[in-house]
């Protein structure tokens, strides 16, 4: 996710245990991150298709990015599409998931690793995070964040774009090439994606959009 916003970054605060909030779900097999859940409303098609049967199993999203969205919507002016993001993933994907404390030491390392020491300082917190919880819960990356993607891999997460989900159900079958090509050019219109992309499977998997392994 791009910061839109260049605060300096303070020191840390220490984090004790009784701050750490404990998992509260343990079910979920697809995790959105923030920039995915902002792409996904631009098209209303996307969102009648991923709410689907048989598209996501158990589809989540991690306690960190309630705070990313409220933050982005928050900012003047506001990023786009940020206040409804959050409104669908309140209804949609329920009561986020949450860390364990024994998981917040390696989700700021990987956060850090992720934003490289730039942007707001809780900036891909919600990356991180998810990252994390994919690989406890055997769990699907959903995020637009190729460093993110990046990073799931070194950790063992199958991690994918909204542009490679729609890639992998054309290729089994789930997804027809109109409903695809509507949805791609609704993320083009609202400026959430690469300037080129093909559907086509070996291009979506060449420009690294689907991750396969």
Known sequence: MNAQSQDPQPPRAPRSPSSVSVSASSGAGSLWDTASLISLVCSRVAVTYVRGPGVLRDPGWASAIPGELRR???????TAHAGQAQRLAVSWLGTPVRELPEEVDAIWDLRDRIAAGTGHPDEHLGE??????????????????AGARAEARVEK??????????????????????????????????GRGPRQISLHLPDLIATGHVVTA
């Not at 982005?72 to 506001?78: G, I, M, N, R, S």
């Not at 690989?135 to 637009?144: K, Y």
């Not at 199958?158 to 409903?179: A, F, K, N, Q, T």
Request: aromatic share 2%.
């Open 128 to 145: 991180a995070q998810s990252i994390v919880l994919a690989r406890r819960l055997g769990a699907v990356l959903i995020s637009e964040d």
């Open 72 to 78: 982005l919507h928050a900012l003047d002016p506001p």
């Open 157 to 190: 997460v199958r991690s994918l774009s909204l542009y490679g989900l729609l890639g992998v159900h054309m290729h089994r079958g789930l997804l027809g090439p109109d409903v695809a090509a509507t949805i791609v050019a609704d993320l083009h219109r609202a």
